[in-house]
């Protein structure tokens, strides 16, 4: 007897010729079980009942109410089941399944009885249910769960009604079966990264993350980025991610906890060191294993360098700096601008976190500073001494200089009628975006660009840092999810100060506060306080007033320094809005920009609506081509 008759034999149903195969059988609705290794675990209710609908309607009844023809048209596939005897485990079809489940429960839905006398459909309830014998329609094999993983993923990403995330469960799955990722790849007409990236989603992407993305909280490249890591960095990433925070941000989180190999510089093949490439895909830089063993080789090589540089005896001391900041920036409360006139240090700085070494001769240490000022002012004195002996009256002449408020302005931009303003403003908080994104992270920066700022306002009595403290007279640029993280992360560490209003700012907790008295406490960190004066300062780069300008040149190489082009392209969302700001005229040159083969056609009568809906088309390609609008970019 096959598999199918087994199946079968137990209950006889009453059917009429049906037109079915010969290897398809009718098997009763309530000998039908949903498989659990089904990838597929979302189905939308709406078109359930639908299908549902469609079925009855194709039901053909006897007189006393039997079911004399199946409304389903394709057969599903299952198995015989291995728990219940009796029982078909399906491999497919389980959306047509769940279809019937609804019948055999009852459904009521709308359907038309009629039509007024205006032609208008009278709708009116109808309620359909059959019997828990309904005959569904069934091809029983036997095979193993690799081979029911396999009917059950074919079937539905024919479909495409499969998620990435079920997709990513399915292939996990099949490989845990014992099919390689080879065969995956060419089973599902794929390239074999895609399957290799998609195990390692559904492996290593976490239960919390999951939720989000199923929620469409997080986007499938931000979980990409989180399933490549684990414990506390994968917590972290989930909720950098569930804040806003860009791709390449959670990217530079990523590579801020490992330490490179990049960064190395010792001799790597011959430390004999475990290397960890980054990701399926090598979408990261690799890393080293042993890290503590990696960052003793580190150290060494710079020994071998400090003493190069001693020997050169250009720098008035060389010394190795360890910080834990992963851009391996000097510790701000310890370092200062050297005094005029002192001879410069050299600084190997090396973070521990990363690996990263960078060296610097722009600052030398308080204590230092200090100690030559003192013996500069001793030299002072006994040189005034000395000439006072010699009845040297010659007046000693200071340097003069007139002071004067100057205000920097810069040309308007030839936009003539072709681009709107408001195209502008889009492209403008685009790029201020990029770098507020990025300054909301390094506080060192922020400081940096104050202290400019500071100096040449309160020293120079002029303006033109690329940092302007203001507080009205500019368009608002929309805050980043990088600076809503900072602000929910200082209205915990300031939870007696802080706290942050609908859209993701900080504001204070209540009015009248002593605000001084809590951030000079005692227990108030350094690095809190870094944090509080980057979230305060960063918004005030990339401001510039008047939004028609071409950018200032203080903020393009701003811009370059910080590397946030890419940022840019990230953020940067080509739309019907922005589209709208461009005249006819303009839209034609903007289309002369794109790359050629990217470039729309057929614009010789088209009508503007036309011409955006074209662009518009082209793009996601265009994004994914690195493309901009000349407006866009810095």
């Not at 039901?59 to 219940?84: C, H, M, W, Y």
């Not at 990513?168 to 065969?183: E, K, P, S, V």
């Not at 203080?554 to 709208?580: I, M, P």
Request: aromatic letters at 6%; hydrophobic letters at 40%.
């Amino acid at each position: 007897m096959t598999a199918a008759q087994q199946m079968t034999t137990p209950a006889p149903l009453r059917l009429v010729a049906p037109e079915t195969a010969a290897d398809v059988v009718n098997v009763a609705f309530g000998r039908t079980r949903r498989s659990s290794l089904n990838p597929r675990k979302r189905f939308d209710h709406d078109k359930l009942v639908e299908l549902a609908a469609s079925i009855y309607g194709r039901t053909k009844f006897d007189g006393a109410g039997n079911v004399t023809r199946t409304g389903i048209e394709q057969n599903l596939i299952g198995r015989p089941s291995a728990r219940e005897s009796g029982m078909v485990e399906l491999a497919a079809g389980e959306r047509r399944q769940r279809a019937v489940e609804l019948l055999v429960q009852g459904l009521t839905v709308q359907v038309q009885t009629g039509e007024d006398a205006n032609g208008r459909p009278i709708m009116g309830e109808a309620f359909y249910q059959v019997a828990d014998s309904y005959p569904v329609p069934f091809r029983i094999e036997e095979m193993t769960d690799a081979e029911l993983i396999e009917v059950a993923t074919l079937e539905n990403s024919q479909r495409q009604d499969m998620t990435p995330m079920e997709e990513a469960d399915a292939f996990l799955a099949l490989i845990g079966a014992g099919r390689t990722a080879d065969y995956v790849a060419v089973k599902y007409g794929l390239h074999v990264n895609t399957v290799k990236s998609r195990v390692q989603l559904a492996a290593g992407l976490g239960r919390a993350a999951r939720k989000l993305l199923d929620e469409g909280a997080i986007t499938l490249e931000q979980a990409k980025i989180i399933a490549t890591t684990s414990g506390a960095m994968k917590k972290s990433l989930t909720e950098h991610a569930r804040n806003g925070n860009s791709v390449t941000t959670l990217k530079n989180l990523v590579k801020a906890g490992a330490f490179l190999v990049e960064n190395a510089r010792f001799d790597v093949e011959a430390s004999g060191l475990r290397i960890e490439e980054g990701g399926l895909l090598g979408d990261f830089p690799a890393k080293f294993a042993d890290h503590k063993t990696a960052l003793n080789k580190q150290l060494e090589a710079l020994e071998l360098l400090k003493a190069e540089e001693k020997e050169r005896g250009t720098w008035g001391k060389v010394e190795i700096v360890t910080v834990e900041s992963a851009y391996a920036n000097l510790p701000t409360n310890e370092w200062v601008t050297p005094p005029q006139g002192m001879t410069h240090n050299l600084s190997l700085i090396c973070s521990t976190t990363t690996g990263k070494v960078a060296q610097s001769s722009l600052y030398v240490r308080h204590a230092d500073a200090q100690e030559f000022k003192r013996e500069q002012a001793e030299a002072a004195k006994a040189a005034q001494a000395q000439a006072a002996a010699a009845g040297d009256s010659e007046a000693e002449s200071g340097e003069t200089s007139t002071t004067s408020t100057s205000h920097t302005t810069y040309p308007a931009a030839d936009t003539g009628p072709k681009i709107r303003e408001a195209a502008h403003v889009m492209a403008h908080q685009t790029r201020s975006q990029a770098i507020h994104g990025h300054l909301a992270t390094d506080p060192r920066m922020c400081l940096a660009l104050a202290c400019e700022s500071l100096a040449k306002a309160t020293i120079c009595r002029s303006g033109g840092g690329a940092m302007e403290i203001h507080f009205r007279g500019v368009k608002e640029v929309p805050m980043t999810g990088e600076g809503r993280a900072l602000a929910a992360d200082l209205a915990l560490t300031f939870g007696t100060v802080f706290t942050t209003d609908e859209g993701g700012r900080l504001t204070y907790r209540r009015m009248g506060f002593d605000v001084q008295d809590a951030l000079t406490a005692p227990e108030v960190q350094t690095e809190d306080l870094l944090k509080l004066f980057a979230y305060l300062t960063h918004q005030q780069v990339g401001d510039w007033e008047h939004n028609l300008n071409d950018t200032p040149r203080r903020v393009k190489k701003l811009a370059e320094q910080l590397d946030v082009t890419g940022d840019v392209q990230e953020r940067f969302t080509l739309s019907a809005a922005y589209l709208d700001g461009y005249t006819v005229d303009a839209l034609h040159q903007l289309i002369q920009t794109m790359p050629e083969g990217l470039r729309p056609v057929g614009l010789m009568k088209a009508s503007k609506k036309e011409i955006v809906g074209l662009i518009l088309e082209k793009a996601p390609a265009l994004k994914g081509a690195g493309w901009l609008p000349n407006l866009v970019k810095f």
